[in-house]
């Protein structure tokens, strides 16, 4: 199919050659002209090479007529049409490659392409979409080059979408993890969209890609990132607080300094990265000198930077890993805490369930048996002021059942709001994982005891207040009628 693709390129460009103006964008060819024999036969040529590969007609006008190949072949050679105007979607060309995605380019002239990546920037993405693999297909591109996003090639080769085996850099989710936009518009930060690891970097179609893959770079190293008037300031909050632009017109990049400033973002980003971010951007605001570019001063002291970084990351590490442990402690004695206190909160629910249904037993033998003197227990307990005790008996029980769930689910609260300000607190030096594993997890299964045995609390005092005030009928429908 790139055969296809190459045929269908190279009779536009006969025509483009001999149209006195062409024009492309990134996703539109348009040409017009003076009406002659020999643009006659390129066009005719052109809409034939479409119409043989199955692939939809350009927009074609002479003069105020729609054209096409019988148009083209009756032309009267006496009175031919004064202008030509043609123009034709790319979408159309990038048809005739089986399995194309939306993100896809073309671009008919190197010049043209070399115009249009010149003006990539994080603020201006031309329109690319990384949510897929972006290909890029170049007529007459001296040699491919990209990354495991990007693919740029000839439209002659056959490039498929390669992910080599190489570190590749953070994704947007972990830079934004760490430092913080000011924009009101669109910025790009995702240098792995733009991390070139294989082909010929050398050429000059290649170094739009790599000027802009250090910008994106150099925005993962900030603490903050400000855009105003189209334009990107760096803050960053070390030792000094600096700001200062991106770029400055005339900053220049090598290969080294790509590479050097490479390893550098792979180092910050690998484990522990607000540490290490932290770690660098300190030693790059004691070098930094506030009249030059963010560029120039990372391509001055990145090396340096990065190795004193490096040297201080064991030591910090260490104190972590101590304040760790001892935090790790205070999880632990914190949770037996927490965990006393559900137990002890269910086992006051029982042990105030059992005395106070002890003490309805006790209460009601002092209260029958010292009354019975050979009456029933049905008129016995018709008595006004024996039933006027039950029901008190009655609301004592809710009364108690509330208090109880009153007080309890209060200390639960607080001791709950106490925790969370613990576990923010200890955040900086204990991973969130470990917290809920040895902390939240436990304690969910203490809670859910505790609510559980507070229902089947509710539950039994529900039906012991119900029972106290319906006594006459409950014993109605127990005892006989001679009782």
């Not at 009101?184 to 050429?203: E, N, R, T």
């Not at 803050?235 to 790509?258: A, F, H, M």
Request: charged share 25%.
């Amino acid at each position: 199919m790139t055969l296809v693709l190459k045929s269908l390129c190279e009779s536009l460009l006969q025509i483009c050659k001999l149209a006195d103006n062409w024009h492309e964008t990134d996703e539109l060819i348009t040409a017009n002209g003076r009406f002659n024999e020999e643009i006659r036969l390129s066009l005719l040529n052109c809409l034939q090479t479409f119409t043989q590969n199955q692939v939809k007609l350009p927009n074609l006008q002479c003069d105020e007529d729609t054209a096409d190949i019988e148009y083209l072949d009756e032309i009267d050679q006496y009175a031919p049409p004064a202008n030509w105007n043609f123009s034709i979607s790319k979408s159309r060309l990038l048809s005739a490659i089986p399995n194309v995605r939306e993100s896809d380019m073309l671009f008919l002239d190197i010049d043209n392409f070399s115009e249009w990546s010149s003006d990539l920037s994080p603020l201006n993405m031309k329109g690319l979409e990384f949510d897929t693999h972006v290909h890029l297909y170049v007529y007459g591109l001296q040699a491919p080059f990209g990354g495991h996003k990007l693919t740029v090639s000839n439209i002659e080769e056959v490039i498929h979408d390669q992910t080599p085996n190489s570190l590749q850099m953070p994704n947007e989710k972990q830079i934004r993890s760490v430092l913080h936009v000011i924009s009101d518009k669109k910025i790009f930060i995702d240098p792995s969209a733009f991390s070139l690891i294989w082909g010929d970097f050398s050429q000059p179609a290649a170094q739009p890609f790599l000027r802009l893959n250090y910008q994106l770079l150099l925005l993962t190293l900030a603490q903050d990132i400000c855009v105003k008037d189209d334009k990107i300031n760096i803050i960053i909050r070390g030792t000094r607080r600096i700001e200062v632009p991106l770029v400055n017109s005339g900053d220049k990049i090598s290969q080294e300094d790509l590479t050097n400033l490479s390893e550098a973002v792979r180092w910050v980003y690998e484990e522990r990265s607000e540490t290490r971010h932290k770690l660098l951007t300190d030693r790059l605001s004691i070098e930094a000198d506030e009249e030059q570019s963010f560029k120039l001063i990372v391509k001055l002291h990145i090396s340096d930077a990065h190795r004193q970084a490096k040297d201080s990351y064991g030591f910090v590490v260490l104190e972590r890993s101590d304040a760790y442990h001892k935090e790790l402690r205070d999880v632990i004695k914190d949770v037996r805490a927490q965990a006393d206190l559900f137990a002890a909160k269910v086992r006051d629910l029982i042990s105030t369930l059992l005395r106070d249904a002890l003490a309805v037993l006790f209460l009601i033998g002092i209260s029958l048996v010292g009354r019975f003197k050979g009456e029933s227990i049905g008129k016995l307990v018709s008595q006004y002021e024996i039933q006027l005790f039950f029901k008190v008996l009655a609301i004592y029980f809710l009364v108690s059942i509330i208090l109880q769930t009153l007080g309890g689910s209060r200390d639960v609260k607080l001791s709950e709001s106490e925790s969370r300000s613990w576990q923010a607190l200890s955040k900086e030096y204990v991973p969130e994982k470990t917290i809920k594993e040895y902390f939240v997890s436990p304690l969910e299964q203490r809670k859910k005891t505790y609510y559980m045995v507070t229902i089947i609390c509710w539950g039994l005092y529900l039906t012991l207040a119900l029972l106290s005030w319906n006594l006459q009928f409950v014993l109605n429908c127990f005892l006989s009628p001679t009782t």
